[in-house]
């Protein structure tokens, strides 16, 4: 063992491999960063000699210095390589949060690329030459399609509740029911918010019950704000009762300065139930009931980029506006394109937007789909696998819609050569990584989170596990 370790080539005598040259030249890799990594790979390879878990050449051959060099590469390329990288999403949850929620329209890549590869108007008025706002692009076509008084754009909807908390009810009560204190995607807990914003959280009702006499009951010289959350990643059932924003607004209108407030989670511009799915109000319907503000995400039924957007009165929305942390939250330009390039498509073509095309998209295409993948899969697999095609339900995702199916179309894999954990794992490590669901002993793709380009690349995925 001593005798084979010691064949192993220096770093200083690779080094002077012409491949080794030639490639660092060839991929503009400094001779430092080239080195470094050549002695990472070569300490490796002696770990494994040593470990008698190295089924290589042998050192002291011409191939061991060719495979060392490959190796060697292929560390190099792993570090140049992009982690954030696609995915495929064969699950069929439209709004995926682990996957990156809604895909944005090809009109907001558009205007996505033009703005961030070029200078903007973002905060100057053309027209005078003056200092502008950021806010002025998106807040007309928001109020449009809303038909608030004002808008404005922050982060994320976490930080839009955040800054409507420290702005309008900082050291105030806000009367939130019990019912309602959710936590989504277990990072963001409306309590947790509260106190971070020093708002003073006041409860009331139960967990399944909240009457208007609680809210009447909680209501003192110190309340800033009644607070509605949406109950968006779980349904309570049964015995239930909750107090609606319209009788909210009623209540309000006895006091002074009481603001209604409703944290909507996924703002819905578009009317999904035209297509029977879910039961969500428009923004606008929710509006009209005189709501003092509203917050939603950019990202979710709306399916834009990630953003807070926040709509309601005008006396209420230029005060947040004005407020230190509203510069602190600010969205940049890349995000005020894509939205607003999403809310041009809501003007005009709506079901071009990916996560309404998606949603609305009839059993139909998904079939024809299904048998596109089908075909392509079953001339690659052979007898490895067991295809079929079925009738399945697919869920919206994101803390939407819950408890809402829409019937979808999937092909279910039963791999004989592998375990299904193995094929699975096989697809998500793969060159483009594929995220599918598991049913019974077989992998399951719901096609309708999957585009036709993505059959072939998923066809090449499969070719590389089951190569003929
Ligand atoms: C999703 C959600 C949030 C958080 O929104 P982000 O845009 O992810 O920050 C807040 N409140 C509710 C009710 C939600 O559903």
Redesign the pocket.
Known sequence: MKQLLQKIPAVHELQKHPDFINWIAKQNISLEKGTQALRITIDKIRQNLRKKNWNGALPGTPEFIEEVLQIWQDEIKKKYKHKLTKVINASGTVLHTNLGRARLSKNALLHMTEIASSYSNLEYQLANGKRGSRHSHIEEILTDITHAEAAMVVN????A?YLILKALAWQKEVVVSRGQL?E??GS?RISAIMEESGAILKEVGTTNKTHMYDYEQAISEQTAMLMK??T?NFKTIGFTESVSAKQLVQLAKTQQNLIVYE????GVLYDFSIHQIGEEPLIRQILSDGIDLVSF?G??LLGGP?A?IIVGKKKYIDQLKKHQLARVLRVDKMTIAALEATLLDYMQTPEEIPVIRDLIVSVDVLKKRAEKLYNTLFFIVKNNCTLEIMDITSTVGG?TMPGTEIPSIGLTIQPHTLSVETLRERLRTGQIPIVCRAWKERLLFDVRTITEEEISLIGNQFQEIFPS
């Open positions: 994320n909807n976490a930080a509740v959710v989504i995607g963001f959350v949406h968006s944290d909507l989670g996924s995400s990202d979710k990630q807070g803390g």
